[in-house]
T-cell receptor, first 113, second 111 residues
């Protein structure tokens, strides 16, 4: 398996623009997670899905953030409008049945100017 | 107080030394304790996990949990330059519960 795939790997955008991050989980995995990592706050869980259904979105910072999982092999995280404080590395991860064993993608490095 | 705390480092040790990385946690309900390793510009990867208290050994790595003091440790024997990475400790209550990560400790092994 190719592992968790994320795109784009790097995104530079201007404040106010819409940003869409994409993720393809490992085939057969039931859970999908979106994380954000910064030096100040570390690795934070934004939202996770089980069988395409959002289970916990308590980590989503505000209404500017939204996530969807239309099918088992694709998820998006959208930020609209983007702000400089959204600059971070965003990771997607997936797991089969045991949530302590997660497989992370390479991340998307987002810079909002 | 964050639920899982760890010193950010950096920690620099000479090659071949024994490395000790530590975390504390606050939630008594945590039952699973994990160590993830993250190389620069990469995603974290699960190194090993422990259920409840006790030790677990995997090659040069030993994970230790003391639930009475809420203390998590990772020992690396015969450290190698390839061990240079950020090590994140993490915990959760059950196998179907979300993980809480520490901020990570940056480790440098000097050749």
């Amino acid at each position: 398996d190719a592992g968790v795939i994320q795109s784009p790997r790097h995104e530079v955008t201007e404040m106010g623009q819409e940003v869409t991050l994409r993720c393809k989980p490992i085939s057969g995995h039931d859970y999908l997670f979106w994380y954000r990592q910064t030096m100040m706050r570390g690795l934070e869980l934004l939202i996770y899905f089980n069988n395409n259904v959002p289970i916990d979105d308590s980590g989503m910072p505000e209404d500017r953030f939204s996530a969807k999982m239309p099918n088992a092999s694709f998820s998006t995280l959208k930020i609209q409008p983007s702000e400089p404080r959204d600059s971070a590395v965003y990771f997607c991860a997936s797991s089969h049945t045991d949530l302590y064993e997660q497989y992370f993608g390479p991340g998307t490095r987002l810079t909002v100017t | 107080q964050k639920e899982v705390e760890q010193d950010p480092g950096p920690l620099s040790v000479p090659e071949g030394a024994i490395v000790s990385l530590n975390c504390t946690y606050s939630n008594s309900a945590f039952q699973y304790f994990m160590w993830y390793r993250q190389y620069s510009r990469k995603g974290p990867e699960l190194l090993m996990y422990t259920y409840s208290s006790g030790n677990k050994e995997d090659g040069r790595f030993t994970a230790q949990v003391d639930k009475s003091s809420k203390y998590i440790s990772l020992f690396i024997r015969d450290s190698q330059p390839s061990d240079s990475a950020t090590y994140l400790c993490a915990s959760c209550k059950n196998r179907d519960d979300k993980i809480i990560f520490g901020k990570g400790t940056r480790l440098h092994i000097l050749p």
